[in-house]
């Protein structure tokens, strides 16, 4: 069974800097492509960064320069670490994969930017 299980967040001020852990089971994690998402109040949600299992990554133009995504085949974990952080970052975030066209979901953890 696939389970991704999410830890980080919280409350920073703008400027400031958060990272997010994602780790994965039920796959072969390497092999799998892994996804950053956010969705703001009233907002639909919207991709973040993406890294492939070669490790190559992708940014939106909203977040690239600023945002992180990273991963660990050891330890199967995801990472997004984010700096310069501004107020319309505020989101619940959420890894999530996909395995034969099926995907998979953390459990969602809020970041908060305000002063």
């Known amino acids: 069974q696939v389970h991704l299980v999410q830890s980080g967040g919280g409350l920073v001020q703008p400027g400031g800097s958060l990272k997010l852990s994602c780790a994965v089971s039920?796959?072969?994690?390497?092999?799998?492509?892994m996804r950053w998402y956010r969705q703001a109040p009233g907002k639909e949600r919207e991709s973040v960064a993406n890294?492939?299992?070669?490790?190559?990554?992708d940014y939106a133009d909203s977040v690239r320069g600023r945002f992180t995504i990273s991963r660990d085949n050891v330890w199967n974990r995801v990472y997004l670490q984010m700096d310069n952080l501004k107020p319309e970052d505020t989101a619940v975030y959420y890894c999530?994969?996909?395995?034969?066209?099926?995907?998979?979901w953390g459990q969602g953890t809020q970041v908060t930017v305000s002063s």
């Open positions: 999530s994969t996909t395995r034969q066209s099926v995907n998979f």
């Open positions: 039920g796959i072969n994690f390497r092999l799998h492509p």
């Open positions: 890294i492939s299992s070669s490790n190559n990554a």
